[in-house]
């Protein structure tokens, strides 16, 4: 295959230990209540402990209400430290994803949260053979640009509903408003990179934990 074309390697998200995870996960987990409760925001921005994630990476929140999708929200390239950008995606989770009503505080019992570290983002080959045979739909998850419009999905998607290399293409155009066949278009900015998740659930015994997250010893 001449060079230039191949399918690039991508980066691997950062790893975090479970102690930091699991300091994530309180962070998620209160900020959902302090939206539910209409708290403001400022509450939560107190000086990090030493020991929280203080890495930056594209990361999103997703939302399970008894199994189902109750909200994601996300962003594909890291600008602040984790241990800030997951509570303020989870209340935009909470509140801002357009295609669900607010999250009441009613259902948090019931809640399961998966926070998804990406690792960088790649610029992916523009020769449609490189690109499909390189894809791989169940570890890689692909972000596009064009004219103004993003759409991005999840590895765990197209995992989940058992998407081809085509399929992921073409979905990720329909959810940025484009067509099935943007992927293909000389002036789109097309993207892959690796993601890593863990859940919180029980969410319920996690808010017993106190109204501050342990300080991590």
């Known amino acids: 295959m001449p060079?230039?074309?191949s399918f690039p390697a991508l980066p691997e998200p950062v790893h975090l230990s479970e102690?930091?995870?699991h300091y994530l996960?309180?962070?998620a987990v209160r900020a959902l209540k302090n939206q539910c409760r209409g708290l403001p925001e400022e509450d939560e921005?107190?000086?990090p402990h030493p020991s929280a994630p203080m890495a930056k990476a594209g990361v999103f929140v997703t939302l399970f209400h008894h199994?189902?999708?109750r909200g994601c929200l996300g962003t594909a390239e890291?600008?602040?430290p984790l241990c800030l950008s997951v509570p303020r995606l989870a209340r935009a989770a909470?509140?801002?994803d357009r295609r669900f009503e607010p999250v009441e505080e009613g259902e948090l019992g019931a809640m399961e949260v998966e926070v998804t570290i990406l690792g960088g983002l790649t610029a992916l080959p523009a020769d449609a053979a490189a690109l499909l045979a390189g894809l791989k739909p169940e570890i890689h998850g692909v972000y596009i640009r064009l004219g103004g419009r993003s759409g991005l999905y999840l590895p765990q998607v197209a995992r989940r509903l058992g998407w081809g290399p085509t399929e992921l293409l073409e979905q990720v155009c329909l959810k940025a408003r484009l067509s099935k066949s943007a992927w293909q278009l000389p002036g789109r900015s097309l993207f892959a990179f690796t993601a890593r998740s863990f859940c919180v659930s029980d969410l319920n015994a996690i808010l017993l934990e106190g109204e501050r997250p342990p300080d991590g010893r």
């Open 78 to 80: 890291g600008r602040e």
């Open 45 to 47: 921005n107190e000086q």
């Open 94 to 96: 909470a509140s801002k």
């Open 19 to 21: 102690a930091e995870e």
């Open 3 to 5: 060079s230039g074309l």
């Open 67 to 69: 199994g189902e999708l």
């Open 25 to 27: 996960g309180l962070l």
